[in-house]
């Protein structure tokens, strides 16, 4: 107990002192979903609150790698420390290519004062959008400036992951489908800054004028107290725009220190959905065990199977001996 | 209470009669995540066990709603009664297009003896596969010979939802991708046949025999007891290919009755699946309902916001709460 005590001092220790190395093996372990540096992010948690957290999502080919590559340069730039956290919550197989983006990346590799991290479905145990929340926290403590949060996909599993972060940037192209099937969406009512991205692209205009006009549908704009939303070009490739998406970022984190009570009501609602995944997981994770193995009710697995019993009376049972 | 009884047992009586309507109206209740209809889904349980259940999935494009129309013919040309659920786990975002498709199936809308029925993630409190389970309890004991469950997607939440069937079909074109994604995927292990569609494509021959490589590379090919993989080419749009793999359907049924050990290990592992799944469902209803409102955990969301506690520790709260 002592010594694991002092394992954990020192983990928290090289965290807070930035250690790049000890953040990244923290990131591994919440990842494969190790419950042992429950207490170690349970004390980082308390040092954390200081980084501004960039949700960055989009449908797959909208450029998110490349505009965030063009970020990461621009943050530098202004002698920003930034870290990236990369998020992939489809298979391969639906066409996610996070890790071989992450190689444009590259010419980052080399500056200590930016960090690059690839998190994918394959291997999380629990759920994902659990995980970012733990790697987040980790992220925070180490005091990076800057954290972005890039997932690719605008599902409910992306948007889950996003909303992690107070800025949340919606990347879209004129050629990503049409601004009424966004609205169909629902992303609509998550997304702070809205960006069109291969500006260059034939009908890009147009995509512009149709998310302005469904938000100034919602009614909220120039109303005092509301943020308003821009919508902006982007072409990541050239770099064009990149200031201006920046310049709103910072916009929305000075609109959340002047309205204290919108930036409150975000961070209640932040740490419900957390508090919600940890819970969940801890559960899954309980249930996961007493269904492991063929020892666990075998007599009432028999019983449904035969059709005596049901696999409501099954869950049941599993909440009574796992569940709390 | 005595009310209450009439009511469920009403229900059951009108589902085990094959009641279109009662059971289309269940199937609604157990999308909105309606607790209530819980002792009605633990009667219709015991009933059932009789629905030949196929599973087929694959990226959006591929061709599975003409495929699925195809088999739905197939089957009416045997005299089998059939039923579909068409479930989309993806936003509308990302292309999906399960109720535009639906559409498509028209020519099966006078016929008494062909249920349609999709549901999308959009208003499904919970897990979508819970209700996908929900839904398969229904139709079961309503008595189709051939329930198919029609998902677009290959990610896990996908095969969440296709493991519930007893024979999984995975449909793929030369166009989607090559074969090692699919490898990487994870889905070879979960299929029971594979289907290369849109045969006329350039391409389809040589995806046909990177799929049986790869199977073969599984090494249970031929091996007593195991069942062999099927790779075939259809082209859903001409009906081309769809009675062998109505007769390869048949053929996956037929092995599991005569490898009842096969067959039983299948049932335990989606039984417990099951169970996890509404075990989950129920825990998350309760947190929900802890979170919901400003009323409940104030001091410690409190404490929490000013980092004096942590989100770890309100997940405890939760579950001391809640969550048993």
Not at 14 to 31: D, F, K, M, P
Not at 45 to 71: C, E, F, M
Not at 179 to 208: H, P, T, Y
Request: proline share 3%; hydrophobic share 40%; net charge neutral.
């Amino acid at each position: 107990m002592v010594d694991e005590n002092a394992t954990i001092q020192r983990t928290v220790a090289a965290v807070l002192a930035r250690s790049v190395r000890a953040g990244a093996r923290l990131i591994t372990q919440a990842e494969s979903g190790d419950a042992g540096i429950r207490p170690v992010l349970q004390t980082l948690y308390r040092y954390g609150g200081h980084a501004r957290v960039v949700g960055i999502t989009g449908p797959p080919g909208a450029g998110k790698s490349t505009l965030v590559d063009q970020l990461v340069a621009h943050y530098r730039a202004m002698g920003q420390r930034i870290a990236v956290l990369a998020v992939d919550p489809s298979s391969p197989f639906s066409g996610g290519a996070v890790l071989g983006d992450r190689l444009r990346m590259g010419r980052h590799d080399t500056d200590p004062d930016v960090f690059i991290r690839s998190m994918a479905t394959r291997g999380v145990l629990g759920g994902l959008s659990k995980a970012v929340g733990d790697a987040l926290t980790v992220l925070d403590a180490m005091g990076w400036d800057v954290v972005i949060v890039e997932t690719v996909g605008v599902g409910q599993s992306e948007m889950d992951i996003v909303r992690h972060a107070s800025c949340i940037v919606l990347l879209q192209t004129a050629m990503g489908g049409d601004a009424v099937q966004i609205a169909k969406a629902g992303v609509l009512e998550v997304g702070d800054i809205f960006v069109v991205n291969k500006a260059e692209a034939e009908g890009s205009g147009r995509m512009v004028n149709a998310l302005n006009e469904m938000i100034g549908n919602r009614a909220n704009h120039g109303e005092p107290g509301k943020w308003q939303h821009p919508v902006l070009k982007t072409e990541a490739t050239t770099g064009k725009g990149t200031v201006e998406l920046a310049q709103q970022i910072e916009r929305r984190f000075v609109f959340l220190s002047d309205h204290p009570q919108v930036a409150r009501a975000q961070q209640v609602t932040q740490l419900r959905a957390r508090a919600s995944e940890i819970a969940r997981d801890r559960v899954d994770t309980r249930i996961r065990r007493l269904t492991d193995g063929d020892a666990g009710h075998a007599q009432l697995l028999a019983d449904v199977l035969a059709r005596r019993q049901d696999p409501y009376s099954f869950a049941e049972a599993l909440l009574r001996d796992g569940g709390s």
